[in-house]
């Protein structure tokens, strides 16, 4: 199987998270860098997409980190902790 799109980089300490039967997210994590990236494969098109930051809430865009947690609370994604470089 070979996917497509923007493949994130190899890391550790990332944090991968189900959306829907077809979809998983993952964000940050530390490789050749530390990283703040978040990015959704699509198990039915074999895709990769990076998905920007939004700031239309005046709300923080996360720093670059690893060893956080990642949740789905309803519809919103919960991000909490972790550390930065």
Same mark, same amino acid.
């Given at each position: 199987?070979?996917?497509?799109?923007?493949?994130?980089?190899?890391?550790?300490?990332?944090?991968?998270?189900?959306?829907?039967?077809?979809?998983?997210? !993952?964000?940050? $994590?530390?490789?050749?860098?530390?990283?703040? *990236?978040?990015? #959704?494969?699509?198990?039915?098109?074999?895709?990769?997409?990076?998905?920007?930051?939004?700031?239309?809430?005046?709300?923080?865009?996360?720093? !670059?980190?690893? $060893?956080?947690?990642?949740?789905?609370?309803? *519809?919103?994604? #919960?991000?909490?902790?972790?550390?930065?470089?």
């Amino acid at each position: 199987m070979i996917s497509k799109g923007e493949i994130p980089a190899a890391r550790i300490n990332l944090r991968a998270i189900p959306l829907d039967s077809s979809r998983f997210a !993952v964000m940050g $994590g530390i490789g050749s860098e530390v990283y703040n *990236d978040f990015k #959704v494969y699509d198990y039915t098109l074999r895709d990769w997409k990076y998905i920007s930051y939004s700031n239309e809430h005046l709300i923080d865009i996360p720093d !670059v980190r690893n $060893g956080h947690t990642l949740n789905l609370w309803g *519809d919103q994604l #919960v991000l909490f902790a972790g550390g930065g470089p």
